[in-house]
């Protein structure tokens, strides 16, 4: 069996590798050791940057997509909301109608006590029937 290579050997393997890449592509150049690393520090430390880049950007998007679906939720419980104050306006109005019949029948009678407004028909009026 052999032994797995410690974190350096696999480095120095990798910039062996990557001498020969170089050395195959240019092969008119004169490269010193000191070239090919720096070279090759370069090209790590671009793709690295490039890493960092694609990263930010996918978490970029997610953040956008949660703070769209966020905002969606939020404009449907505002909707929601809105229906629900349109419905008990309606209510009131309704039982506000009730009140001003009761008012006006009175007055039409000439009654001179207070209104009498059954129960029955105010919480007709508040279940959204019209009396």
Same mark, same amino acid.
């Given at each position: 069996?052999?032994?797995? *290579?410690? *974190? *350096?050997?696999?480095?120095?393997?990798?910039?062996? #590798? +990557?001498?020969?890449?170089?050395?195959?592509?240019?092969?008119?150049?004169?490269w =010193?050791?000191?070239a090919?690393?720096?070279?090759?520090?370069?090209?790590?430390?671009?793709?690295?940057?490039?890493?960092i880049? %694609?990263?930010?950007?996918?978490?970029?998007? +997610?953040?956008?997509?949660?703070?769209?679906?966020?905002?969606?939720?939020?404009?449907?419980?505002?909707?929601?909301?809105?229906? =629900?104050? +349109?419905?008990?306006?309606?209510?009131?109005?309704?039982?506000?109608?009730?009140?001003? #019949?009761? +008012?006006?029948?009175?007055?039409?009678? %000439?009654? #001179? %006590?207070?209104?009498?407004?059954?129960?029955?028909?105010?919480?007709?009026?508040?279940? %959204?029937?019209?009396?």
């Amino acid at each position: 069996m052999t032994a797995q *290579p410690t *974190p *350096p050997e696999l480095d120095a393997h990798r910039h062996r #590798k +990557d001498w020969r890449d170089i050395a195959e592509r240019w092969p008119d150049q004169a490269w =010193s050791s000191e070239a090919v690393l720096a070279l090759l520090d370069a090209l790590t430390r671009a793709e690295a940057r490039a890493d960092i880049r %694609g990263r930010a950007v996918v978490i970029y998007r +997610d953040r956008a997509r949660k703070a769209e679906a966020w905002a969606e939720y939020q404009n449907e419980e505002v909707d929601l909301l809105e229906v =629900s104050l +349109d419905r008990a306006e309606a209510r009131i109005k309704a039982v506000e109608d009730v009140l001003d #019949k009761a +008012d006006a029948d009175k007055a039409a009678s %000439g009654w #001179k %006590g207070s209104s009498v407004v059954r129960t029955a028909v105010v919480r007709r009026a508040l279940e %959204g029937e019209r009396a």
